[in-house]
């Protein structure tokens, strides 16, 4: 299970900190304004829906046309792999093509002037059949594949799960703030502020795939649960 936490900025959480207890704000004529500031916490599980697969081509060798032909050459047949495997064209993107050079060293460490062209070529892929995940990895790596950089598993849509960890959140906060007040003898108010610290990034989780479980000839995976994490700040007055 991978869990996904939005963390506070750490000035904010140093205050919250600072506020657990009754706090003393200023109201709006100036008057001291008594109050309880706390953070309630409220989590969603979903099962992933989406995993980005991000693999490529590499390749080498003394002439810089040659490595870039047969890069091209096993892209292609790359490409066509994944299409076979039943993914759109437009889920697939060219998320990097990079050509380098590195230096050649004699047996003694000393520079020989000649030079190794390396040719990288990596495609992001978007799939949203998780159980094919195995066979495209394995029709992938057959036709050419020989870098696997990275599997995200992810939720394309989870806002209704996200709002309801919302609310489960606001519920945590006036909980701890009533057992706050009644421990310090005073009664509880209305509501003075509501905040959501951090921001949520899009919900892309990096979750391990190999070696887990699976079944058919592909490679082994499992996209195990997605857990999601919210954070609401509240300050309620107190008498």
Known sequence: MKRVRWAMPLALAAALLLSACAGTVRGLQGSPLRS???????SARLNPDVV????GVQTQGPDIAEA??????RADQVRAAIREAGVADED???????????QQYDEFGNLTGELTYWVDNTLLIKLRELDRLGDLLQAALGR????????SYSVEDPTAALDAARVEALEDAHSQAAQMAADAGVV???????????AYSGGL????????G??????????????????????????
Do not use: D
Not at 52 to 55: G, S
Not at 205 to 212: D, L, N, R, T, Y
């Open 36 to 42: 309880i500031l706390v953070t309630g916490t409220g």
């Open 52 to 55: 980005i697969v991000t693999l």
């Open 68 to 73: 870039v032909s047969e890069n091209n050459r």
């Open 92 to 102: 697939v993107q060219t998320s990097n093509f990079s050509v380098w050079t590195q």
């Open 144 to 151: 050419g594949a020989n870098t696997v950089q990275g599997i």
């Open 188 to 198: 509880l108010g209305e509501v003075i502020s509501i905040g959501e610290p951090g």
């Open 205 to 212: 989780m990096e979750a391990p795939a190999f070696g887990k």
């Open 214 to 239: 699976g079944g058919g000839s592909g490679v082994p995976t499992s996209p195990g649960v997605l857990e999601y994490e919210v954070q609401v700040a509240v300050s309620y007055a107190i008498q």
